[in-house]
């Protein structure tokens, strides 16, 4: 079966460092791209950007470049995407995406949701 | 990039047909044939209704049907069923020559009457 499966909830504080993960299988997980996507609380879908884990070549989308850091094990199959320093606005849900179907999101993780607050 | 203009909300009785609208501009949806369409039920992952303007995956009901013309791409649903209920979203790839990205529309919520 073709999935991707992310790492659990998490709650944190500002300040904090955080790196979620996002592991596919049941597919060459390195021939296709993944990206992620923020949904804030009530809102919708927020594209940040995605990684060739092949050869980790990254693209993020303006809003999110030098806010976070999007990063790929090949070796086990597995995207990242990491804080330095959280934000409370850094609350949300957050999904990893792959594209295997041209330019469209055709497999989705189940969402990390990440809960900061003092 | 800004996000493509969806109306927020739209309704119909079952067995009606509703069209969501996605407006973007010549550099996302007008420039390119990769515009996809998602439902996303309350606290579940999206799932890929259309791609490609108007491909559907395998196991998506031929109820949905995707179209582009110039700048705006729709989202018809034709037969409405209670199931159907859920937020849309459009998404459209987007380049320039110093961006490659992708944009997400601003949503629409579906209520079967």
């Known amino acids: 079966e073709v999935q991707l499966v992310q790492s659990g909830a998490e709650v944190k504080k500002p300040g904090e460092s955080l790196k979620i993960s996002c592991k596919g299988s049941?597919?060459?997980?390195?021939?296709?791209?993944i990206g992620w996507v923020r949904q804030m609380p009530g809102k919708g879908l927020e594209w940040m950007g995605i990684i060739y884990p092949g050869d980790s070549d990254t693209r993020y989308s303006p809003s999110f470049q030098g806010q976070v850091t999007i990063s790929a094990d090949k070796s086990i199959s597995t995207a990242y995407l990491q804080w330095s320093s959280l934000k409370a606005s850094d609350t949300a849900m957050y999904y990893c995406?792959?594209?295997?179907?041209?330019?469209?999101?055709?497999?989705w993780g189940q969402g990390t949701m990440v809960t900061v607050s003092s | 990039q800004s996000a493509l203009t969806q109306p927020a909300s739209v309704s119909g009785s079952p067995g009606q047909s509703i069209t969501i609208s996605c407006t973007g501009t010549?550099?996302?949806?007008?420039?390119?044939?990769?515009v996809s369409w998602y439902q996303q039920h309350p606290g579940k992952a999206p799932k890929l209704m259309i791609y490609d303007v108007s491909n559907r995956p395998s196991g998506v009901s031929n109820r949905f049907s995707g179209s582009k013309s110039g700048n705006t791409a729709s989202l018809t649903i034709s037969g409405l069923q209670a199931e159907d209920e859920a937020d849309y979203y459009c998404s459209s790839y987007t380049s320039s020559s110093t961006l490659e990205a992708y944009v997400f529309g601003t949503g629409t919520k579906v209520t079967v009457l």
């Open positions: 049941g597919y060459s997980f390195t021939s296709y791209w």
């Open positions: 995406a792959g594209i295997t179907k041209s330019n469209a999101f055709d497999i």
């Open positions: 010549s550099s996302d949806v007008g420039g390119y044939n990769y």
